[in-house]
Every structure is written in C-alpha cells, then in structure tokens.
C-alpha cells in the first residue's frame, strides 16, 4: 500500500522497540551457497517448484552500480553493509514527507527485519567491476539531447508538473519497469511465485504487477507488438526457469534501453528458502555490451505475506501537486501584475 493506518499504544511501542533490539541479524555476501547437493523440490506435475511467497527485503541498500569508493570490493564487510542499509531506510523515511510511516513500520529496518543483509556491493556483477558498460554513441547523443534514464519507472516525474502525463508510471500506478518486478524498495517488496502445467506466473507486492510466463510456447508476439512489460516466454534448463523478454515499449525503466531491448531472467533455487535470481538485459543500440545482475529472494511462509496494494484508492497526491503547481503559478502572475512599473 502506499499508505497505511497505524495505530498503536505506547506499550505496544516500547515492546516492539524492547523486541527489536534482540533481533538477530545477518549478513549475507555475494558468493553463492554451494547447492550441489540441494534436491529441488517438484511440482505434481515434474517440474522444479518454485511455489511459496518471496522476499527481496535482504537485497534493500544494494545500488544498481558499485560505488567508486568500494571500486575493488565486489562483497562488503559485515559493518559496511549494516551501514548502507540503515543510511538506505533512513533515507526512505525521509524522502515521502508529511505522512510517511516511519522506521519502525518500514519492512526493511534493521531490529525488525527476519531477512538477511546483503553485502554485495553492486547488483551488477558483470562487467566484474560492478559498473555498466559503456553507452554507445548513439545513446550518448540520446541522453545528452534530453532523452535521459527512460524514466518509466520515477513516482513524480520531474519538475512542476503541467498535467498528469507529467507523473512517472510508478506515480501513476501502472509499472515500476521492466525489471523492477523483483527489485526491492523500502516496502512491499513480497513476491508471490504460482505454478501450473505450462505456465509460471510472478506477482509482485508494489502495484501487484504480474508476470504471467507461458513455458515452451513458442515464438513471441510479432515485433510490431510493444508493452509496457514486454512479452515472456519460459523454459526449464534442469532447476533453472529461464525467461526470455521482448517486445518493449520502451516506456518502462530498464536504465535506459530501448524498444529493441531483451532482458532474459534466470531464477534457481540455492537451498529451502532461498532463490537466485540473474538478469542480462542486452541492447545494442544503449551499450557496447550485455551487463548481468544478481538479487536473491528469501522464503519467509511463517510471516510474509502480500498485502493489499491499494494505490490510487483516496490517494490524493497527483490531485493535490496538479493544484499545487498551478497555485504556484497564478501567485507567480500575480506578483508581476503587482509589480510597479519600471521608471
């Protein structure tokens, strides 16, 4: 949701503080968990079930590209990582103003997160040093004339907003982006995975978006048929789901592709309760090369669940920062009505 009611006592409060403290955290690196030995469990029907309700709250804090002063470090330490999420969740807090909930309420501060702590210092894993690659010359022109990030994916858009196509698609409540279906934000970050005979289908808890994946379907759509979320088609290589994209849009965030853009996911099961997820997201005409990242998603079937996201249902923001700006905007003629004549 994006925003909540709550309600609680000050005892309630102090015990949920008193609580906090004696919560174990952990912190988990970039190296993967030996699952050689790992039997994946199966559907009725024989293929790896992946079935349950996720979590990406263990990858909250972990930038898209490695930061210069870790430029050598691909993990973390233990400290450094501790550091990142609480400076992540603070900020947050911060970001949404009058009306957010705060630290105590959020899914990923620490004291009362159950999840683990990444200390991967990139979500990009290769190129090695963590960073994208290199823009070709066609998307340094592009972006140096305006065209930016592709920003499908920004809640408000940017500047005063003149009418309500001025908001993002996350604003608007229609997608966080192509591939914002598993990454994390400071809240809602559930992912609900439902198998059947053929078909995979991902939902993700943020605007409940849904991922529906034929398995073994055949060709995609024909390319003069674009989405927001591009077309998938599935297959099984062993354990591994393996998803293929296409067919973008190119109106949803994915760091700047375009329309000609593929992503190809991989998800795998490391153990009980955790799960591996890959992305390559390749573009010829943005970089030079593929780049590859990496999240992991945890089981959590005691507590975790999804909760209703209800967007737009008495959200007031975009009425209020349309009416905003232009009361912005009439105190602005206003005042050069009101200004003395120049002698």
């Known amino acids: 949701m994006r925003k909540r009611s709550v309600i609680v006592s000050g005892g309630l409060a102090v015990l949920m503080v008193a609580g906090a403290s004696m919560t174990p955290v952990s912190v988990a690196g970039q190296a993967k968990p030996d699952a050689s030995n790992y039997k994946v469990p199966k559907t009725a029907w024989g293929e790896p079930d992946f079935q349950g309700i996720w979590t990406t709250n263990e990858m909250h804090g972990v930038p898209n590209e490695r930061p210069k002063e870790f430029a050598d470090k691909p993990t973390l330490t233990e400290k450094e990582a501790l550091d990142r999420r609480e400076r992540t969740t603070q900020g947050t807090v911060g970001a949404e103003g009058i009306g957010n909930y705060d630290r105590a309420f959020r899914d990923t501060a620490l004291g009362y997160t159950k999840q683990r702590v990444s200390a991967q210092s990139a979500l990009v894993i290769d190129p090695p040093d963590g960073r994208f690659p290199p823009l070709t010359a066609e998307a340094q022109k592009r972006r140096g004339a305006g065209g930016g990030e592709t920003g499908g994916a920004d809640i408000i858009g940017r500047g005063r907003p003149a009418d309500w196509t001025a908001f993002g698609a996350w604003g608007r409540c229609i997608t966080r982006g192509a591939r914002t279906l598993v990454e994390p ?111 992991t998603l945890s089981l959590d079937p005691e507590q975790y669940e999804l909760v209703e996201y209800a967007c737009h249902e008495a959200n007031y923001s975009m009425l209020n920062s349309l009416s905003a700006a232009r009361a912005e905007e009439k105190a602005e003629r206003d005042a050069q009505t009101k200004k003395p004549a120049a002698r």
Request: glycine share 12%; aromatic share 8%; hydrophobic share 35%.
């Open 185 to 295: 934000s400071g809240y809602n970050n559930g992912v609900q995975i439902v198998q059947s005979p053929g078909v995979v289908a991902i939902q993700k808890e943020m605007i409940h978006e849904t991922r529906v994946i034929p398995i073994n379907a055949g060709p995609h759509v024909g390319s003069n048929l674009k989405s927001w979320a591009g077309d998938a088609r599935g297959r099984w290589e062993g354990d591994t789901l393996v998803v293929d994209i296409t067919n973008f849009d190119g109106r949803a965030g994915l760091q700047g592709a375009g329309r000609e853009a593929k992503l190809t996911e991989r998800y795998r099961r490391l153990g009980p309760n955790e799960l591996e997820y890959l992305f390559t997201v390749e573009d010829p005409a943005t970089w030079t090369r593929p780049w590859t990242g990496r999240m």
